[in-house]
T-cell receptor, first 114, second 107 residues
């Protein structure tokens, strides 16, 4: 297994543009997490899915952010419109729901909004 | 409220010196604590969890319920230990993360 796969690895966009980040969890994992990492705030949980259903989205900063998980092998995080303050590294992680605390992280997407 | 505190943003020690990365937590129930590590250009990964009582890469961490601490220790630091270290508390369905400590091992 290649582990959690994220794409793109790097994204540079202009303010106001739509950004879509993608994640493929480890096969068989039924919990999925989206995180944002910045120097100022560290690692922040944005949203948590279990069996493709969003369980907790209280970390999503505002309505500009949305996340979907249409099936067990794919999730997206969308920012529309993007702003410079959204610049960060976005991580996706997956785990088995019976052990959500052992999370396997993807390589991250480094987003720069100009 | 559930909380994890890592008081040091940056810790710099010389190779061969002992290392202690501090972690304190606030939790009303029976806690489950973890240390995750992120090496340069690598993925964030689980280093150790308190219930396993293992020593991983020479690191150990003991849960002290009286002091509500879970400090990460290594007797002799190596240059390859330089990384970002996160302490995390297992909640109902998610991890509660500390702010992280950047460990730099000087040659």
């Amino acid at each position: 297994d290649a582990g959690v796969i994220q794409s793109p690895r790097h994204e540079v966009t202009e303010m106001g543009q739509e950004v879509t980040l993608r994640c493929k969890p480890i096969s068989g994992h039924n919990s999925l997490f989206w995180y944002r990492q910045t120097m100022m705030r560290g690692l922040e949980l944005l949203i948590y899915f279990n069996n493709n259903v969003p369980i907790d989205d209280s970390g999503m900063p505002e309505d500009r952010f949305s996340a979907k998980m249409p099936n067990a092998s794919f999730s997206t995080l969308k920012i529309q419109p993007s702003e410079p303050r959204d610049s960060a590294v976005y991580f996706c992680a997956s785990s088995f729901s019976r052990d959500v605390n052992e999370q396997f992280f993807g390589p991250g997407t480094r987003l720069t909004v100009l | 409220a559930q909380r994890v505190t890592q008081p040091e943003k940056l810790l710099s020690v010389f190779k061969g010196a002992p290392v202690e990365l501090k972690c304190n937590y606030s939790y009303s129930g029976s806690p489950e604590l973890f240390w995750y590590v992120q090496y340069s250009r690598q993925r964030l990964q689980l280093l150790l969890r308190h219930i396993s009582r293992e020593s991983i890469k020479g690191f150990t961490a003991d849960l002290n319920k009286g002091e509500t601490s879970f400090h990460l220790k290594k007797p002799f630091a190596q240059e390859e230990d330089s990384a970002m270290y996160y302490c995390a508390l297992g909640g109902n369905y998610q991890l509660i993360w500390g702010a992280g400590t950047k460990l730099i091992i000087k040659p």
